[in-house]
């Protein structure tokens, strides 16, 4: 069981997982705010050789699913470099949100963007990493939030080889999802989870608040994020807030 966490401002994020005693790391290539294309790390190769693995969270501001040509075009561009990036790391994937629509706009027109972003790229020869779809927390036009829209979103992606999935603990529970036996009926669905993203939460269940807490300070039950790392089958990475991690970890561990 591969455990580890986000490192989010890190240089050399090897030297930290080192110290943190950790199996898995998660880092961003590039400002997770801008569009800025990512550039060679300065550690990649340590990264590379190193026994620890890495998985890399896309920008936030990516939205593949958009049916605004000045959004999803760039962000379709912006999966593209940040998975080429992640593929010279020696990534296991690239995680990224599931995205959104606007009020009024066709759920089933976001799913097929979702398709024709596999589609566009399985013609230039793929990505070279999975493509880990998050579950996100808020919005009643979000493209994974539900188990019902992450089925329709399956419908559209499920095919393809470099499509995968990642299951976060509080997006779930903030999205109005009993966390009980979510593992089995996530992968009834998708078949998979790639990776857990193990985080407790700051707000209410159904909240549609995306605010993580440490793993022992939150709403969620600490046994009940327990039960899904051990059921999920996937490396578990830490989200929850730094000054808390080290005690998370130990909890884990200890557990």
Request: proline share 4%; aromatic share 6%; charged share 25%.
């Amino acid at each position: 069981m591969r455990i580890g966490a986000h490192l989010r401002q890190d240089e050399n994020p090897v030297a930290t997982a080192n110290e943190l005693g950790i199996d898995i790391f998660q880092m961003f290539v590039t400002d997770p705010q801008s569009w800025k294309k990512p550039e060679v790390h300065p550690h990649a190769e340590e990264i590379r050789n190193s026994p620890i693995d890495v998985v890399v969270h896309s920008s936030y501001q990516i939205n593949v699913a958009s049916l605004n040509n000045r959004l999803r075009m760039p962000s379709r561009k912006a999966v593209e470099q940040q998975a080429a990036a992640a593929k010279d790391l020696g990534a296991i994937g690239l995680v990224v949100h599931g995205g959104h629509l606007r009020d009024g706009e066709d759920a089933a027109a976001g799913f097929e963007n979702w398709r024709k972003l596999f589609e566009r790229q399985a013609d230039k020869g793929g990505f070279g990493v999975p493509i880990l779809i998050e579950n996100t927390a808020g919005g009643s036009h979000a493209m994974a939030r539900t188990l019902e829209s992450i089925e329709r979103l399956w419908d559209a992606v499920g095919d393809f080889d470099e499509a995968g999935f990642c299951l976060d603990t509080c997006h779930a529970w903030a999205g109005g999802e009993d966390l009980v036996g979510l593992v089995e009926r996530i992968k009834a669905i998708t078949g998979r989870i790639d990776l857990i993203h193990l985080n407790n939460s700051r707000d209410e269940f159904d909240s549609g608040r995306d605010r993580h807490a440490n793993i022992e300070s939150g709403h969620i039950d600490a046994d009940v994020l327990l039960e899904l790392m051990k059921t999920a089958g996937a490396p578990g990475v830490l989200e929850t807030p730094s000054e808390g991690v080290a005690a998370d970890l130990e909890y884990l561990r200890s557990h």
